[in-house]
């Protein structure tokens, strides 16, 4: 069971939502405030939730999210050629999740480390 919600954590189409969450406030001309902030929260979430998942099961999960990612933005996200320049929407949000993906890898090394140097303590 734990490893199914793990799997489900990772499928979270995070790289969708911080740039539903940042376009739409640049539509309502708003700042948006909160957008580094979860998305800091959410690789750290989700790569110490993921320490123990095989790198490959974690490569293609993380390939499913992102691909679910750009579904979505294809629905929900005007292309709009002037906010995502030079490169466009999808690009974007392949940017992000390779940022997204390498946070976690990074996370979920020091979690690993952490972990096993605690358990080697005892």
């Not at 069971?1 to 309502?28: D, G, Q, T, W």
């Not at 750290?44 to 099961?57: A, D, M, T």
């Not at 993380?62 to 709009?80: A, E, K």
Request: overall charge positive; some cysteine.
């Amino acid at each position: 069971m734990k490893r199914f919600i793990k799997s489900i954590l990772s499928l979270f189409p995070v790289p969708f939502l911080f740039h539903f969450y940042e376009f739409n406030c640049h539509l309502a001309r708003q700042q948006a405030d909160f957008l580094f902030q979860v998305f800091l929260v959410f690789i750290i979430v989700v790569g110490i939730s993921s320490r123990n998942i095989k790198l490959p099961l974690f490569i293609g999960l993380n390939f499913i999210m992102t691909v679910i990612s750009l579904i979505f933005g294809y629905f929900f996200i005007d292309d709009d050629g002037g906010w995502f320049k030079p490169f466009g929407r999808d690009a974007a949000i392949v940017f992000v999740s390779i940022i997204y993906i390498l946070g976690q890898l990074i996370i979920r090394l020091f979690s690993r480390l952490v972990h096993t140097n605690s358990r080697s303590n005892k």
